[in-house]
């Protein structure tokens, strides 16, 4: 068995090939296939930390919408109560101004028919003057003296 020359000569250039795939080739390919994966592994943790900060989000999100409901609900209670209070304080209000109002309705039918009664007396006094002092001036029997009384009183009462 001999080993050729060309053999040996394939050989060298084959190894000589491979050296210099490996350098320009394989080195460039492999680091570009390692920058490649490394980008991806980043782009997948970037990912993966956009979905936590979303979810963190979404949470935080939802804890200022509870809060606001909480604080909306206790806004409308407040104003419900407030109304509520404002509606008795009405009410109680109209209550004591009807009060008022009727307080001095009494006052004034009390204040007028007192002056009813007062005129009343008097004008039953001056009937009751002239009465006395037609019966005076004349001397008369019972039937004459009963029509003259009835007379008085019709044309008292008639005059005022």
């Known amino acids: 068995m001999s080993i050729d020359l060309t053999f040996i000569a394939q050989i060298i250039v084959f190894i000589l090939?491979?050296?210099?795939?490996?350098?320009?080739?394989?080195?460039?390919?492999n680091d570009a296939m390692e920058a490649r994966t490394a980008k991806i592994v980043a782009g997948l943790a970037a990912a993966e930390a956009g979905v936590e900060a979303k979810e963190?989000?979404?949470?935080?999100?939802?804890?200022?919408?509870?809060?606001?409901?909480a604080k909306a609900h206790e806004i409308v209670t407040s104003a419900e109560q407030r109304a509520a209070e404002i509606n008795e304080e009405a009410i109680n209000k109209?209550?004591?101004?009807?009060?008022?109002?009727?307080d001095s309705a009494r006052e004034e039918i009390g204040a007028e028919a007192q002056r009813a009664r007062q005129s009343l007396r008097q004008e039953v006094a001056d009937i009751a003057m002239l009465a006395a002092e037609?019966?005076?001036?004349?001397?008369?029997?019972?039937?004459?003296?009963?029509?003259?009384?009835?007379g008085i009183v019709k044309q008292g009462f008639d005059a005022a």
């Open 56 to 69: 963190k989000a979404a949470a935080e999100i939802e804890a200022q919408l509870e809060e606001a409901r």
């Open 17 to 29: 090939m491979v050296t210099v795939l490996w350098k320009l080739l394989y080195g460039p390919l």
């Open 134 to 150: 037609r019966v005076i001036d004349a001397e008369l029997d019972a039937k004459r003296h009963s029509k003259l009384i009835e």
């Open 94 to 102: 109209a209550r004591g101004e009807a009060e008022q109002i009727l």
